[in-house]
């Protein structure tokens, strides 16, 4: 199976990084603005030229000082720049550098969820499942009314360890929160699946076709399952349309 990345993690990255910027500029690191001084105004008045005779100017040689320059501020490393650097310097496949910086991000600034989502992805990639589920728990944690793409993952992980009463409950409690989560009814099909309720998964793999048809994983689903129940054909068509979309099989 692969990790199943929503489509709604844009916009929880999107909010959880809007709050990283919040905590970036509370930490400081912003630059200092040179003083001016202001050019002394030319007087208005008019004032009367002396006939005398002005005296000679003495010269007195004074030591020139020259002004301390401010120190240039320090910018710390905050848990947006770990964040960041887990999502686009470590390359695709450093998950354990994905790991470290996002660890980081988190012992920085432990309330945002976006780096536990992402280190729930990385962690199910490397197959450390009950990481997985416990990242995926702490975004549920922090932010509970935007958690469907988190029970999702969850239930998506529970597939994987073959606990498909858990990966039902977490899928039934995604598509609460979101009704016609095209994901969260594909993940809930595995489940049926998984239980051996072949009907119940059907009926779920359709809906997720009819809401996501542009989403191959929909299509490859269901290819699984018309395979498993003996529909070679049904399964051969949406194969090709999975491959028509871009996807391998």
């Not at 309330?111 to 536990?116: E, K, L, M, Q, T």
């Not at 990481?131 to 728990?137: E, R």
């Not at 129940?229 to 068509?237: C, E, Y």
Request: aromatic share 8%; with cysteine.
């Amino acid at each position: 199976m692969k990790p199943k990345i929503p489509h709604t993690l844009a916009l929880a990255i999107f909010i959880s990084l809007s709050a990283f910027e919040v905590y970036a500029q509370a930490a400081g690191g912003g630059t200092v603005s040179p003083t001016v001084t202001p050019k002394p105004k030319t007087p208005t008045r008019t004032t009367r030229t002396r006939t005398t005779k002005p005296k000679p100017r003495t010269t007195t040689t004074t030591k020139t000082r020259t002004p301390t320059a401010a120190p240039a501020p320090v910018a710390s490393k905050s848990a947006v720049y770990y964040f960041d650097y887990a999502m686009y310097s470590c390359g695709e496949n450093a998950l354990d550098c994905k790991i470290d910086n996002l660890t980081k991000a988190i012992s920085l600034n432990p309330r945002i969820a976006a780096p536990y989502f992402a280190r729930g992805l990385v962690h199910y990639r490397k197959k450390l499942y009950n990481s997985a589920i416990a990242d995926y728990t702490k975004v549920i944690d922090l932010e509970p009314r935007n958690a469907s793409p988190a029970y999702n993952n969850r239930a998506w992980t529970f597939c994987a360890m073959g606990l498909w009463d858990k990966a039902l409950e977490d899928a039934e409690r995604a598509l609460e929160l979101k009704p016609n989560y095209a994901e969260a009814l594909d993940t809930r099909g595995h489940a049926h699946m998984g239980n051996g309720d072949y009907r119940l998964a059907l009926d779920d793999f359709n809906k997720a076709v009819r809401l996501a048809p542009s989403n191959p994983e929909m299509y490859r689903s269901r290819a699984t399952l018309y395979r498993k129940t003996g529909k070679p054909a049904l399964a051969k068509a949406d194969e090709k349309k999975l491959l028509d979309l871009g996807a391998e099989l």
